[in-house]
T-cell receptor, first 112, second 115 residues
């Protein structure tokens, strides 16, 4: 069964600190992996998209990595800001179509 | 920056009633999607739509659901006879191509509450 699992479920860090979120997936065949940021009460916003041939992709303070062999991805956030408080969702697209398979997300709280 | 807009932001409906959720995708986009998120759970794919027909749908998208692009700008999701378990946040999304590595742009959702 195609699944996307994320850890940790929630995380609290101090402003200015770095953090890394994890994603494991069992989706096959695999087309690409995305990280989305979802603020409370808002729709998801795309941060990065990586195909199986890409190992890393950055978007400002966000850096995603992908290991297609082990089916693992991580999202690293550098120098966190209060506005980074949100749910970060790992999403995988299978090769067959356009449907996205979502993880449950990691809830990040950045405190001052 | 162009946005996907959804109306209403909150819809309250009696069980058994029909409800229509509305979306205005980004104007030059060709692919449209509906997702739902039950409170506390993950986002789930419902349906994708291209060239005035459904291109893919999930098991959730049964006969009580339908989608339509009634004009050049709107994209709607109709739920024919609502059930309590249809209570969820419904997100519309659009992309300029259906190629898998294109980002999907999401609206802020319609919260549907079935009483």
């Amino acid at each position: 069964k195609n699944q996307v699992e994320q850890s940790p479920q929630s995380l609290i860090i101090l402003e200015g600190k770095n953090c890394t979120l994890q994603c494991n997936y069992t989706v096959s065949p695999f087309s690409n992996l995305r990280w989305y940021k979802q603020d409370t009460g808002r729709g998801p916003v795309s941060l990065t998209i990586m195909t199986f041939s890409e190992n890393t992709k950055s978007n400002g303070r966000y850096t995603a990595t992908l290991d297609a062999d082990t089916k693992q991805s991580s999202l690293h956030i550098t120098a966190s800001q209060l506005s980074d408080s949100a749910s970060y969702i790992c999403v995988v697209s299978g090769q067959a179509g356009t449907a996205l398979i979502f993880g449950k997300g990691t809830t990040l709280s950045v405190s001052s | 920056e162009p946005e996907v807009t959804q109306t209403p932001s909150h819809q309250v409906t009696q069980m058994g009633q029909e409800v229509i959720l509305r979306c205005v995708p980004i104007s030059n986009h060709l692919y449209f999607y509906w997702y739902r998120q039950i409170l506390g759970q993950k986002v789930e794919f419902l349906v994708s739509f291209y060239n005035n027909e459904i291109s893919e749908k999930s098991e959730i998208f049964d006969d009580q659901f339908s989608v339509e692009r009634p004009d050049g700008s709107n994209f709607t999701l109709k739920i024919r006879s609502t059930k309590l378990e249809d209570s969820a946040m419904y997100f519309c999304a659009s992309s300029d191509w259906g190629i898998s590595n294109q980002p999907q742009h999401f609206g802020d959702g319609t919260r549907l509450s079935i009483l």
